[in-house]
């Protein structure tokens, strides 16, 4: 088949390196614009733009309503369109161009975590199993029909950005396979469950607040969601600056008896106490600085007897 490739961030580029690679022809690549980034404001290309770049496919960043998408796409005759998170939202007019429709790569085992941050939602939910699937793109929030699914274990110490490396893998030969069963017309979509759904909308960094008034466990798997984007963060108490959290570890039969946000530094270890357990913390970032151990940052703040971190409802 004739494929463009629609898809932004880094998790996209197996998928693209898969198809180009395939027996399909990829005649073309869409992603969202340049955006400027770090200090100096430098507008920098997507991954996927910067990849398709590379292996000289023909890239479109304007966005489905303009003008000259649905031109661009005329002048290419496309059979269908492999979508793996592309960051516009999709017209109408737009989803009945090409002739098999538009087929997204979606990572999670639907209609489970419809959304923007499946991988991160499941996660802090304390799901065991993750996934992705292909299903063709409808104008309800990733609600059409499913072609194919794949499984995958989220383990203890895994962070949402350990999962998607590993969907981004295994959801890529997923996608070949989709579009070489739709080439061959020996697959047909099946509608998806009307039970068992649930939203995953994008993670703000509120959400990312740390209220160490909940159990060590479920602030555990927050940090884990949450990393590396939008990175968990707490505050300490009395002051306005953010501290960005790393995964850290739940301790188990501590002998510490911490108040939630109360925290214990030793010579190595950082611990803070929540609702229920202690966490012992990894690295951590402050404000407008690199990432460091918990210990070294201990040292550095001079903590006073009586430190605590604020929880969320607290923070400002």
Known sequence: MRLVFAGTPEVALPSLEALVASDHEVVGVITRADARAGRGRTLVPSPVRAR???L????????????????????????CVAVVAYGHILPASVLQIPRHGWINLHFSLLPAWR??????????????????????????????????????TIKPRDTSGDVLVRLGQSGAKLLVGTMDAIADGSIRPIPQEAEGVSV???????????????????IDRLIRGCTPQ?????????????????????????????????IHATKRDVFVGTAAGVLRLGDV?????????????????RLESGARFVSQQEGK
């Open 52 to 54: 398709a770049d590379e």
């Open 56 to 79: 000289g496919v023909d890239v479109l960043t304007a966005t489905p309503r303009d003008p000259e998408f649905a031109q661009w796409f005329e002048q290419r005759d496309v059979d």
């Open 115 to 152: 959304g923007a941050a499946p991988v991160q939602r499941s996660i802090i939910a304390g799901d065991q199993i993750t996934g992705a699937s292909t299903f063709r793109i409808e104008q309800g929030l990733d609600s059409g029909p499913v072609y194919g699914m794949t499984t995958e």
């Open 200 to 218: 995953a909308p994008k993670l703000t960094p509120q959400d990312a607040h740390i209220p160490w008034t909940l159990p060590a466990h479920i």
């Open 230 to 262: 939008p990175g968990a963060w707490t505050q300490l108490d009395g002051q306005e600056s953010r501290l960005g959290i790393g995964p850290s570890t739940v301790e188990k039969d501590s002998e510490l008896s911490l108040a939630p946000g109360e």
């Open 285 to 301: 970032t402050p404000s407008g600085k690199k990432s460091m151990p918990a210990a070294d940052w201990a040292r550095g703040a």
